[in-house]
């Protein structure tokens, strides 16, 4: 089978943007943001339904969408073994004869996702694969953690070569509104990150309202990070749309002001191949094509892959569920 698409180019290039070097804080503009939260919340709703990804090219975004996987293991039994076996996976993602009958092969994720006691294992495991590994340190989830211990966790994961760090905010600054203590902080993990690409978790379940969302996607950035990531996963409400749209358009804006991409990681709860299309058109609709990559886009999950394998599988022997055909194809 052929996909029929410019698409179908998924084996890219692991190097990411260069660096957001960050901007000063300015408080005048962090306090005009402004988010109209019902104009969102419709446009949101809408998007499920849209038909941007037509049914020929569906296989061919199912792989892009794995390219741009952080496959993740984040649990408290979490052991070397495990993350060798994820790591296999990240290496090769799909099934050999399923790959070759979608013309995909050298198809790998975007990078594997660990705590920091797994970066070394998780390192071994991907020698010469050039995939990087990404440690979620700084006290995850819930980064209330000492302030020196979380810079030295960041050394130390980056130390056993980790090659991106998600850390996570401190959300009592966003809750009390104290941006520069927000600056600051983000200022100073970006510094401890040395060569490593910074990922800065907003939590966004836990920051009340859309229009915090914006401010602290806004202030993240001007702080130097070069992702802007929804969740931990361990939150009770994770990635959502309304939420990616704010971040989105947040991101946008600050490419308009500064020239710097910095890339978007919804995670958390994204476990279905449709989903993940719906992300997939939402990126294209409001940032375009070029944010479409795994320099600048990842979804964080740990179940999705399995679900889009089982898509793919139905795409390679022509066999399309009812739930593909309804509203997708
Ligand atoms: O950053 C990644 C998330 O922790 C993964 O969440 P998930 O297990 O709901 O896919």
């Given at each position: 089978?052929?996909?029929?698409?410019?698409?179908?180019?998924?084996?890219?290039?692991?190097?990411?943007?260069?660096?957001?070097?960050?901007?000063?804080?300015?408080?005048?503009?962090?306090?005009?943001?402004?988010?109209?939260?019902?104009?969102?919340?419709?446009?949101?709703?809408?998007?499920?339904?849209?038909?941007?990804?037509?049914?020929?090219?569906?296989?061919?975004?199912?792989?892009?969408?794995?390219?741009?996987?952080?496959?993740?293991?984040?649990?408290?039994?979490?052991?070397?073994g495990?993350?060798?076996?994820?790591?296999?996976?990240?290496?090769?993602?799909v099934?050999?004869?399923?790959?070759?009958?979608?013309?995909?092969?050298?198809?790998?994720?975007?990078?594997?996702?660990?705590y920091?006691?797994?970066?070394?294992?998780a390192?071994?495991?991907?020698?010469?694969?050039g995939?990087?590994?990404?440690?979620?340190?700084?006290?995850?989830?819930?980064?209330?953690?000492?302030?020196?211990?979380?810079?030295?966790?960041?050394?130390?994961?980056?130390?056993?070569?980790?090659?991106?760090?998600?850390?996570?905010i401190?959300?009592?600054?966003?809750?009390?509104?104290?941006?520069?203590?927000?600056?600051?902080?983000?200022?100073?993990?970006?510094?401890?990150?040395?060569?490593?690409?910074?990922?800065?978790?907003?939590?966004?379940?836990e920051?009340?309202?859309?229009?915090?969302?914006a401010?602290?996607?806004?202030?993240?950035?001007?702080?130097?990070?070069?992702?802007?990531?929804?969740?931990?996963?361990?939150?009770?409400?994770?990635?959502?749309?309304?939420?990616?749209?704010?971040?989105?358009?947040?991101?946008?804006?600050?490419?308009?002001?500064?020239g710097?991409?910095?890339?978007?990681?919804?995670?958390?709860?994204?476990?279905?191949?449709?989903?993940?299309?719906?992300?997939?058109?939402?990126?294209?609709?409001?940032?375009?094509?070029?944010?479409?990559?795994?320099?600048?886009?990842?979804?964080?999950?740990?179940?999705?892959?399995?679900?889009?394998?089982?898509?793919?599988?139905h795409?390679?022997?022509?066999?399309?569920?009812?739930?593909?055909?309804?509203g997708?194809?």
């Amino acid at each position: 089978m052929t996909i029929r698409t410019e698409t179908a180019q998924t084996h890219l290039p692991q190097t990411l943007e260069p660096r957001n070097a960050g901007v000063p804080l300015d408080l005048d503009q962090v306090a005009g943001v402004a988010v109209n939260t019902s104009a969102v919340e419709r446009r949101a709703g809408t998007l499920p339904g849209r038909r941007t990804v037509k049914k020929e090219f569906q296989a061919a975004w199912l792989c892009r969408a794995i390219s741009c996987i952080d496959l993740t293991t984040l649990s408290g039994d979490d052991t070397a073994g495990r993350v060798a076996r994820l790591c296999a996976k990240a290496r090769q993602p799909v099934r050999a004869d399923l790959l070759e009958a979608l013309e995909m092969e050298g198809l790998t994720v975007g990078a594997v996702c660990v705590y920091h006691d797994m970066v070394a294992p998780a390192r071994r495991a991907l020698e010469g694969s050039g995939i990087p590994v990404a440690a979620v340190s700084t006290g995850f989830p819930a980064g209330l953690s000492p302030f020196h211990l979380r810079l030295a966790e960041i050394e130390a994961s980056v130390a056993q070569g980790a090659d991106e760090i998600d850390i996570v905010i401190s959300r009592r600054h966003v809750l009390t509104g104290d941006w520069q203590a927000l600056y600051d902080e983000m200022r100073a993990f970006r510094a401890a990150c040395g060569a490593a690409h910074v990922k800065a978790i907003l939590a966004t379940g836990e920051l009340g309202s859309l229009r915090n969302v914006a401010r602290a996607s806004l202030v993240c950035m001007m702080a130097g990070a070069d992702f802007i990531k929804t969740s931990t996963g361990k939150e009770s409400v994770n990635a959502t749309l309304p939420v990616t749209l704010v971040m989105l358009r947040a991101i946008r804006a600050y490419h308009a002001a500064t020239g710097y991409r910095v890339g978007y990681k919804p995670a958390g709860g994204i476990s279905k191949a449709k989903d993940a299309l719906v992300y997939l058109s939402m990126i294209k609709e409001e940032l375009g094509d070029r944010w479409l990559r795994p320099d600048l886009f990842r979804f964080g999950a740990s179940s999705l892959l399995a679900d889009i394998e089982r898509q793919l599988e139905h795409h390679a022997t022509g066999r399309y569920s009812a739930g593909w055909r309804h509203g997708l194809g």
